[in-house]
Structures are given as structure tokens and as C-alpha cells.
């Protein structure tokens, strides 16, 4: 290699561009010869006299000399160093991580160089440090709550779960492959479904939740998990990527059961002191109306209408605890929609004549009878008028409507339509969980229980229904439910 002065100084200047990093040349036993002011500044020093004369080797850590060292003797019959990581030392005594490159070169009086190239790669070394050290503690943060997440290049078709995905679904990450089919491989067959739908309802809405049970090859043992997920699209809203997580809720599950439990048992009881309660001041008020003084009645009124709050309230607790033990008898029978309706409706005749709302009924000729339970369809209606009469305000509308669904067969669409207080926008993703009443609604209306839309939801998952909404703010709500002509196979009711 025969490099005149003028080209040596010139890749060395090239270098320095390309290249930020510390450039010196050494001679063949390691001595430094000549340094670039980025070495000064890597190693600490002020001038190049700290440096130059002296061996390399005196500002390599004492672990890595003999490495560097090799290196430097075996540069003559490997004819390059190439990617060296070593640690070096600064002025203040500082480790630094770099990597060395170098070659031999031939210096204008003819003898042979070594141009080395110095990297300080410690700044690398901190993020990546710091990266591993964040993995670590979501790892361990993940197995304590039993929180899992996973990723899937649908483009690709390639997933990536975290340690506590396997663990959750008992599998071992160095020795299977996840896809699709591993997700719901030994989900509980009656759930199975519930997640394929869960997959393309994420697909084309963006997002979905499930709850599902898994059943644990191993032993046969049934968990309950949470899943929700995020779809990501491109410019042409093709979805390119699905993350979503994954977490145990069996101890809540079981929590849950034991609540329901307690609380059916107690509403169980509570019955009977309620109805006698209530049935004698019922009497009091027919029979003994004459005997009593005003202020007497309307202490006795009060207590009426305490009772029957409390009755109602006891009756939707113990719908609930049925409907979700699976202990809630289904006896399917042909019915009239319309029939049912009007007469659910007569119960409300005072209600909206005291406040002047206006009730249109609109049925479509010729519907079928449905085939389901007698007491949970007067339910559902009782549920989804009483809502509409209590949120609507004096001399508002209420339009019920009972048609076949055009988009499905052989199901019929009802629809109630109000012009009232209308369901807040940002609390409209809750207002079908348990016990949950929408701000404006406690506000304006005392005495709620927040089980009706739950209730509807719960029996409708016995019927294969469906119930959605559309509402606005101080103009009005419309439930619509899609409901089968008959129940297509015995439903279980799933917790939400």
C-alpha cells in the first residue's frame, strides 16, 4: 500500500467527515503517532502531547489490554481490525465502551501505520441497558397481575406474545409457534365463537373486548380471561397490524359469583317482609283512609312509596342474580309481540297521562308470533318503557315501533324511541353495566336502580338478541333490539 502524504491527509480529512468519531494513527508496537481533536475529546484531553508517544494500551481498562494488544500484533496477518469492542478510559477515570476499527497504511517515509477508527458506543449501550431494564419490569409487572399483550403482523400473519402470554396459555415460548388457531385452540367450546367474532369485530370496528374461559390442557382446570384489542390500517384503512391484551379474571369471576349468591339469596329474603310491607299499607290507604288525618296518610303514602321502591329494586336484584347463576327458568311459548307490549303498556296509562306524554305505537302488519319466555319478554318491555317515561320529560314523545329486521331473517326489530334527557357521549360506552347511571340521569331522575339496561342485556344473550343505541344529549335516545323469531340453541348467559 503506497499512499503519498497528500492522500494520507486527505482520507483522514474524509474520514473525520464521515465519520465523528476519534481517528489516530499507531505505530506497528501500539505507540501513538498522531490524534484528531474528537479523540481529545473522547478520552478527555486537552492537547495532543497527553497522548501522543505513548501506548494505546494505557488507555485501554485493564481487563481488555491483552485483547486490544492481539489485536494489534495480528493486524499483519488479518490485515484489519474490524469492529474490536473493548472498554477504554478517559482523563477522569470513566469507563467507555468503543469500538476500534483499523488498517495498515504506509506513512510518507514509507513504514508502516495503523489508522484506527474509535467509537464510543456507551450512549448505545445506556438506551439499550435502559430498554432491557423497562422489558424486565413489564415482564415481571405482567406475570404478577397475570396481564399478557400480543401483537400480530396480519400482513405477515406473524404474532409476538410476552413471557406472560405463554404462561397464560401454558405453552412454552421456545417450543411453539403462535398463531391464530393457538389463541383459541383450548378455548372453552362454547366461547369459541365468541372469540373468532372478537378477532373480526377488531378487524373492522378497530377495536373489540371478550371475555371468554380457557380450559387448561393440562388438567382440565377453566380460567376466565379478558381480552381487548386495537387494530392499526394504512392510508386505505387495510388493516396492517392488531395489538390487544390478555388478562385473568378468574379470582374477579369468582368474586362475582359469590356476590350473586349472596345476593340472590338475600333478595330471596327480602321478599316476603317487603310484600307484607307493602300490602298493608296498601290496605291502610284503601280501607282506613276515612279514620285518618292528612298528615297521617301522607306519612303512610310515603311509606307505600317507599315499599314499592324497594320491592322494585329488590325484584331487578334478584332477576340479576338469577339470570347470571344460570338459575333463571326459560319456558318458551308462542307469543304476540304487539300483544305483550299494550299490555305492559296499560301498567303506565297513569304515569303518562299525569305526565302528559305522548305514546305512539306503531306495529307492521302480519308479524309472526316469537317463541320465548312470557316473564322475561315482559321484562324487557317493562325495562325499556319504564326508561323512556322516566328520562322523558312532561309532554315529550315516545314512539315504539315493532317490525321484522330488514337486515336479518327471520328476527324481529324493536325500537323506543324518546325525545328526552338523551345519554351523555363520553358515558355512553357504560351505560349497560351493572348498576351504572349516566350523570344526567342522577341528576334529574331520583330513585334508579342502573339494572335495567343490564337486565335486557342478560336476557337477550338468552334469547340470541342484541341491543344497541343511538342517543344525543338533551334530544333524545333510541334502544333498538333484534330479537329471533325463536332461539336458535339453549344460550348461556356471560357475565359482561
Given at each position: 500500500?503506497?499512499?503519498?502524504?497528500?492522500?494520507?491527509?486527505?482520507?483522514?480529512?474524509?474520514?473525520?467527515?464521515?465519520?465523528?468519531?476519534?481517528?489516530?494513527?499507531?505505530?506497528?508496537?501500539?505507540?501513538?503517532?498522531?490524534?484528531?481533536?474528537?479523540?481529545?475529546?473522547?478520552f478527555g484531553r486537552e492537547s495532543e502531547n497527553e497522548l501522543i508517544g505513548k501506548s494505546c494500551l494505557e488507555f485501554i481498562a485493564e481487563q481488555d489490554k491483552l485483547t486490544v494488544d492481539e489485536a494489534i500484533k495480528n493486524i499483519f496477518n488479518e490485515g484489519s481490525i474490524v469492529g474490536l469492542q473493548?472498554?477504554?478510559?478517559?482523563?477522569?477515570?470513566?469507563?467507555?465502551?468503543?469500538?476500534?476499527?483499523?488498517?495498515?497504511?504506509?506513512?510518507?517515509?514509507?513504514?508502516?501505520?495503523i489508522i484506527t477508527v474509535v467509537h464510543d458506543i456507551t450512549p448505545h449501550l445506556s438506551e439499550l441497558e435502559q430498554a432491557k431494564e423497562e422489558k424486565r419490569q413489564l415482564a415481571e409487572a405482567q406475570q404478577i397481575a397475570h396481564f399478557g399483550s400480543w401483537e400480530w403482523d396480519i400482513s405477515s400473519?406473524?404474532?409476538?406474545?410476552?413471557?406472560?402470554?405463554?404462561?397464560?396459555?401454558?405453552?412454552?415460548?421456545?417450543?411453539s409457534t403462535v398463531n391464530q388457531e393457538t389463541l383459541i385452540e383450548h378455548v372453552h367450546a362454547d366461547d369459541k365463537e365468541k372469540v373468532k367474532n372478537f378477532i373480526s369485530q377488531s378487524l373492522g370496528e378497530g377495536s373489540a373486548k371478550v371475555d371468554f374461559r380457557f380450559v387448561v390442557p393440562q388438567?382440565?382446570?377453566?380460567?376466565?380471561?379478558?381480552?381487548?384489542?386495537?387494530?392499526?390500517?394504512?392510508?386505505?384503512?387495510?388493516?396492517?397490524?392488531?395489538?390487544?391484551?390478555?388478562?385473568?379474571?378468574?379470582?374477579?369471576?369468582?368474586?362475582?359469583?359469590?356476590?350473586?349468591?349472596?345476593?340472590?339469596?338475600?333478595?330471596?329474603?327480602?321478599?316476603?317482609?317487603?310484600?307484607?310491607?307493602?300490602?298493608?299499607?296498601?290496605?291502610?290507604?284503601?280501607?282506613?283512609?276515612?279514620?285518618?288525618?292528612?298528615?297521617?296518610?301522607?306519612?303512610?303514602?310515603?311509606?307505600?312509596?317507599?315499599?314499592?321502591?324497594?320491592?322494585?329494586?329488590?325484584?331487578?336484584?334478584?332477576?340479576?342474580?338469577?339470570?347470571?347463576?344460570?338459575?333463571?327458568?326459560?319456558?318458551?311459548?308462542?307469543?304476540?309481540?304487539?300483544?305483550?307490549?299494550?299490555?305492559?303498556?296499560?301498567?303506565?296509562?297513569?304515569?303518562?297521562?299525569?305526565?302528559?306524554?305522548?305514546?305512539?305505537?306503531?306495529?307492521?302488519?302480519?308479524?309472526?308470533?316469537?317463541?320465548?319466555?312470557?316473564?322475561?319478554?315482559?321484562?324487557?318491555?317493562?325495562?325499556?318503557?319504564?326508561?323512556?317515561?322516566?328520562?322523558?320529560?312532561?309532554?315529550?314523545?315516545?314512539?315504539?315501533?315493532?317490525?321484522?329486521?330488514?337486515?336479518?331473517?327471520?328476527?324481529?326489530?324493536?325500537?323506543?324511541?324518546?325525545?328526552?334527557?338523551?345519554?351523555?357521549?363520553?358515558?355512553?360506552?357504560?351505560?349497560?353495566?351493572?348498576?351504572?347511571?349516566?350523570?344526567?340521569?342522577?341528576?334529574?331522575?331520583?330513585?334508579?336502580?342502573?339494572?335495567?339496561?343490564?337486565?335486557?342485556?342478560?336476557?337477550?344473550?338468552?334469547?340470541?338478541?342484541?341491543?344497541?343505541?343511538?342517543?344525543?344529549?338533551?334530544?333524545?335516545?333510541?334502544?333498538?333490539?333484534?330479537?329471533?323469531?325463536?332461539?336458535?340453541?339453549?344460550?348461556?348467559?356471560?357475565?359482561?
Amino acid at each position: 500500500m503506497t499512499d503519498t502524504p497528500q492522500l494520507l491527509e486527505s482520507s483522514l480529512q474524509k474520514i473525520v467527515i464521515l465519520f465523528p468519531e476519534a481517528v489516530l494513527i499507531l505505530d506497528t508496537n501500539g505507540i501513538i503517532l498522531r490524534v484528531d481533536k474528537q479523540t481529545l475529546k473522547m478520552f478527555g484531553r486537552e492537547s495532543e502531547n497527553e497522548l501522543i508517544g505513548k501506548s494505546c494500551l494505557e488507555f485501554i481498562a485493564e481487563q481488555d489490554k491483552l485483547t486490544v494488544d492481539e489485536a494489534i500484533k495480528n493486524i499483519f496477518n488479518e490485515g484489519s481490525i474490524v469492529g474490536l469492542q473493548c472498554n477504554a478510559v478517559n482523563k477522569n477515570g470513566d469507563f467507555l465502551r468503543v469500538t476500534v476499527n483499523g488498517s495498515i497504511i504506509s506513512s510518507e517515509q514509507g513504514t508502516k501505520e495503523i489508522i484506527t477508527v474509535v467509537h464510543d458506543i456507551t450512549p448505545h449501550l445506556s438506551e439499550l441497558e435502559q430498554a432491557k431494564e423497562e422489558k424486565r419490569q413489564l415482564a415481571e409487572a405482567q406475570q404478577i397481575a397475570h396481564f399478557g399483550s400480543w401483537e400480530w403482523d396480519i400482513s405477515s400473519d406473524s404474532f409476538r406474545w410476552t413471557d406472560e402470554m405463554y404462561r397464560l396459555f401454558t405453552l412454552s415460548p421456545h417450543d411453539s409457534t403462535v398463531n391464530q388457531e393457538t389463541l383459541i385452540e383450548h378455548v372453552h367450546a362454547d366461547d369459541k365463537e365468541k372469540v373468532k367474532n372478537f378477532i373480526s369485530q377488531s378487524l373492522g370496528e378497530g377495536s373489540a373486548k371478550v371475555d371468554f374461559r380457557f380450559v387448561v390442557p393440562q388438567n382440565g382446570t377453566v380460567h376466565w380471561y379478558h381480552s381487548k384489542s386495537k387494530t392499526f390500517y394504512n392510508t386505505n384503512h387495510e388493516p396492517l397490524r392488531m395489538v390487544g391484551t390478555v388478562h385473568d379474571v378468574t379470582h374477579e369471576k369468582e368474586l362475582d359469583q359469590v356476590k350473586t349468591q349472596f345476593l340472590s339469596v338475600a333478595s330471596h329474603q327480602m321478599r316476603g317482609p317487603l310484600t307484607t310491607i307493602n300490602w298493608n299499607a296498601e290496605m291502610l290507604l284503601q280501607s282506613q283512609a276515612d279514620g285518618l288525618s292528612e298528615m297521617q296518610k301522607k306519612y303512610i303514602q310515603e311509606l307505600y312509596n317507599a315499599s314499592k321502591r324497594t320491592v322494585h329494586l329488590t325484584n331487578d336484584i334478584l332477576t340479576v342474580s338469577e339470570l347470571e347463576l344460570g338459575r333463571m327458568p326459560f319456558k318458551p311459548e308462542k307469543l304476540s309481540l304487539p300483544k305483550i307490549a299494550k299490555r305492559v303498556l296499560e301498567d303506565y296509562d297513569h304515569k303518562l297521562a299525569d305526565n302528559k306524554i305522548n305514546f305512539k305505537e306503531v306495529y307492521s302488519g302480519d308479524l309472526p308470533e316469537i317463541v320465548t319466555d312470557l316473564f322475561l319478554l315482559k321484562t324487557v318491555f317493562n325495562e325499556l318503557i319504564s326508561n323512556a317515561i322516566n328520562y322523558t320529560p312532561p309532554e315529550g314523545t315516545i314512539t315504539m315501533t315493532i317490525s321484522t329486521d330488514p337486515t336479518r331473517t327471520n328476527t324481529f326489530l324493536i325500537a323506543i324511541a324518546d325525545t328526552g334527557y338523551g345519554i351523555p357521549k363520553d358515558e355512553q360506552e357504560k351505560i349497560f353495566s351493572k348498576m351504572y347511571r349516566a350523570t344526567n340521569a342522577k341528576t334529574k331522575v331520583m330513585g334508579g336502580t342502573g339494572l335495567g339496561l343490564y337486565i335486557i342485556k342478560l336476557i337477550l344473550q338468552l334469547n340470541g338478541g342484541e341491543i344497541w343505541f343511538t342517543s344525543e344529549e338533551n334530544k333524545g335516545t333510541t334502544f333498538n333490539i333484534s330479537i329471533p323469531f325463536a332461539p336458535k340453541t339453549e344460550a348461556t348467559i356471560v357475565i359482561p
